[in-house]
């Protein structure tokens, strides 16, 4: 009879607290038993998992016994060592997951945007490259064709020389013919008779 006076005082201010029921956790190394009373003299009404959200309902000040309901709507006492504040691993590991699942998905895109980035920057690279090497090209061609004029200017500067020289010679070489020619005439000129007329030959006689 007095124990179940116990029971419904106990569930009297077990309802009284539920405007402070706050979220608690279930350790996660530890297999709690959920008990009809706020001791492990009751009997068991079923077991909450490991890391399980429960809600505080009230706290047995003598045991230390905790009333809570889970997820699925079912009341029971159990030892408050296995109620935690904080939360547990199974409660953040759909938040880890779905982190990480994001987390991998920025990750791929910014490998995506960085092979993107490595292809556009080496097709610019092999560009450079291709115009570099048609640019090398043309001054090859250039300097090649500067070489021939080179020597094309060099080999008419040559026979410029040439021809003026042939020129000079020559003009002395008709210089002094001329002169020779001159000098010939002026000495033989002397020489020739010089014919008489016919008046001066009637006038002698």
């Given amino acids: 009879?007095?124990?179940?006076?116990?029971?419904?005082?106990?569930?009297?201010?077990?309802?009284?607290?539920?405007?402070?029921?706050?979220?608690?956790?279930?350790?996660?190394?530890?297999?709690?038993?959920?008990?009809?009373?706020?001791?492990?003299?009751?009997?068991?009404?079923?077991?909450?998992?490991?890391?399980?959200?429960?809600?505080?309902?009230?706290?047995?000040?003598?045991?230390?016994?905790?009333?809570?309901?889970?997820?699925?709507?079912?009341?029971?006492?159990?030892?408050?060592?296995?109620?935690?504040?904080e939360e547990?691993?199974?409660?953040?590991?759909?938040?880890?997951?779905?982190?990480?699942?994001?987390?991998?998905?920025?990750?791929?895109?910014?490998?995506?945007?960085?092979?993107q980035d490595v292809l556009e920057k080496t097709n610019r690279l092999q560009l450079q490259d291709q115009e570099l090497t048609e640019v090398q090209a043309e001054l090859r061609a250039l300097r090649q064709q500067h070489d021939t004029l080179n020597s094309e200017n060099q080999r008419l500067t040559s026979l410029m020389d040439n021809k003026q020289h042939q020129m000079r010679l020559d003009w002395l070489l008709y210089g002094g013919m001329v002169a020779g020619i001159g000098a010939l005439f002026g000495f033989l000129l002397p020489l020739i008779p010089r014919r008489k007329s016919r008046h001066q030959s009637r006038w002698m006689n």
């Fill in 1 to 85: 009879m007095k124990s179940k006076l116990l029971v419904a005082l106990l569930c009297s201010l077990s309802w009284l607290s539920m405007a402070n029921a706050a979220d608690r956790y279930i350790s996660d190394d530890v297999y709690a038993y959920l008990h009809a009373g706020p001791s492990n003299k009751f009997r068991i009404l079923g077991s909450i998992k490991a890391g399980e959200t429960v809600t505080e309902l009230a706290r047995d000040a003598q045991t230390k016994y905790v009333h809570i309901r889970d997820a699925d709507g079912r009341t029971g006492w159990v030892e408050g060592t296995f109620v935690q504040s």
């Fill in 88 to 115: 547990s691993f199974r409660s953040k590991l759909p938040k880890i997951e779905s982190e990480l699942t994001n987390t991998k998905a920025q990750l791929s895109s910014v490998d995506e945007r960085h092979e």
